[in-house]
């Protein structure tokens, strides 16, 4: 798999994110990628699942930056629970575009290509409660033997990558996820509501970050 052929762009809360050459959208909202990421994926998603729980484990489609790690790391001072982070990614960024992402200023506990020189396929401990697996793969094609407890789905949008947001692949979602399990995702499309009504999973459309009327989250009940 090739390297991800991208271009710099700033947002409007003057975190960056990068522009997709081959799908043509960006990696983030332009009105904020951190302040998307902290509303979806952390507020949204993290806060929501790890109630009651000491110990998660949690998978992103679509490691991108690594800006949702690092955010949901960062989290993680303040939260009394084990997080096992497994984020897959079918066309990783250079460490060259992850050194230009300009994140060391918004106190993170590292910065991106930290994350992007590990190694893949390897569990890496990156603080006493934090440990962390890059897995090089398609999300159709990804394979594990164990659930998850918290499914961030940050997959490109449906006009970018249409054939992860129909039943065949968002019906793995459903298989991975625990009893109990939260899938969120900033995509507020009906037919993606729809088709994860259909695989059993009960769905809420929340209100989305600024300038995004919606997005969804859904618990496998």
Not at 75 to 86: A, F, G, H, N, P
Request: charged content about 25%; overall charge negative; some cysteine.
């Amino acid at each position: 798999m090739d390297e991800a052929q991208v271009r710099h762009e700033l947002t409007a809360d003057g975190s960056s994110t990068l522009f997709s050459e081959a799908f043509g959208v960006s990696y983030h909202s332009v009105h904020g990628a951190v302040q998307e990421s902290e509303h979806v994926f952390i507020e949204a998603g993290l806060k929501e699942a790890i109630k009651n729980k000491s110990h998660l484990r949690l998978l992103e489609v679509g490691l991108g930056t690594g800006l949702n790690a690092l955010l949901t790391w960062k989290r993680l001072s303040e939260l009394d629970v084990q997080i096992d982070y497994t984020a897959l990614e079918a066309f990783p960024i250079s460490l060259e575009d992850a050194k230009l992402l300009n994140y060391s200023a918004f106190s993170l506990p590292a910065k991106p290509d930290d994350l992007i020189v590990l190694p893949w396929e390897q569990p890496i401990a990156l603080s006493e409660r934090f440990t962390f697996t890059k897995v090089r793969a398609n999300w159709p094609d990804y394979q594990c033997s164990q659930g998850f407890d918290l499914i961030y789905y940050d997959a490109f949008a449906p006009n970018a990558q249409p054939e992860l947001w129909q039943n065949e692949a968002l019906s793995r979602s459903a298989q991975l996820l625990n009893q109990g399990g939260i899938w969120v995702s900033y995509c507020a499309k009906g037919d993606v509501r729809r088709t994860l009504q259909s695989l059993g999973l009960e769905v809420e459309r929340l209100p989305g970050p600024p300038f995004k009327r919606h997005m969804l989250r859904a618990r496998k009940a």
